[in-house]
């Protein structure tokens, strides 16, 4: 298994304001993502965080809201930008080694945007 | 794309009452399963998982899940909750046309057992 931590926990951020998460795998790991958990639904992925070159970005996430850096193969960041209200969410980074394996996940960040 | 459905959004049982919650996906081909759990107040954790082989697989803390593939399910199960096994059960899938990277959720179960 790959334990994954997250800064900061939560975080209550005015609007326009821009937040930034950061994810730390205890092991390299050749895959890393980011997912959305707002009030009440399930994780939508958001983007996956590549090594050395740009995100991937799933449908209605664009780079220039979620900017995302991978800087090594164990720790990543994700950056909610221009935040409003409806930005406010459970954001949670995961892990995994190989594909095909399994996806491990940090404890994510809880986000109040007022 | 994928798409997984879990029937039912809220289940209330008692202690020593069995569970089964229902999972089912929307891909055609050879998939990844799995059942991820969140306790309150602590993250998503991973119950048990099926690749290939026996269909019916054992997790952790008693709990089992069975694939069918010809109804495309994968319910999760357990004989005798306790109300520690109250918390969020989310089902997830897989699929070779994301190279098996990209988990698709389902909406999620919460369990409530009370005492």
């Known amino acids: ?114 | 794309a994928q798409s997984v459905s879990q029937h039912n959004h809220h289940v209330i049982l008692s202690e020593a009452a069995s569970l089964e919650l229902g999972c089912n996906y929307s891909y055609g081909g050879t998939v990844n399963l799995f059942w991820y759990v969140q306790y309150p107040g602590q993250h998503l954790q991973l119950l048990l998982k099926y690749f290939s082989g026996d269909p019916l697989v054992k997790g952790i803390k008693g709990f089992e899940a069975e694939f069918i593939k010809s109804k495309f399910s994968f319910n999760l199960r357990k004989p005798s909750v306790q109300w520690s096994d109250t918390a969020e059960y989310f089902c997830a899938v897989t699929a070779p046309n994301t190279g098996f990277q990209k988990l698709v959720f389902g909406t999620g179960t919460r369990l409530l057992v009370s005492p």
């Open chain 1, 1 to 114: 298994s790959a334990v994954i931590s997250q800064k900061p926990s939560r975080d209550i951020c005015q609007r326009g304001t821009s937040l930034t998460i950061q994810c730390q795998v205890d092991s390299q790991v050749t895959m890393m993502f980011w997912y959305r958990q707002q009030p009440g639904q399930s994780l939508t992925l958001i983007a996956t965080a590549n090594q050395g070159s740009e995100a991937t970005y799933e449908s209605g996430f664009v780079i220039d809201k979620f900017p995302i850096s991978r800087p090594n193969l164990t720790f990543s960041t994700l950056t909610v930008s221009n935040m409003s209200p409806e930005d406010s969410s459970i954001y949670l980074c995961s892990a995994m080694r190989q594909a095909k394996e399994t996806q491990y996940f940090g404890p994510g960040t809880r986000l109040l945007v007022l």
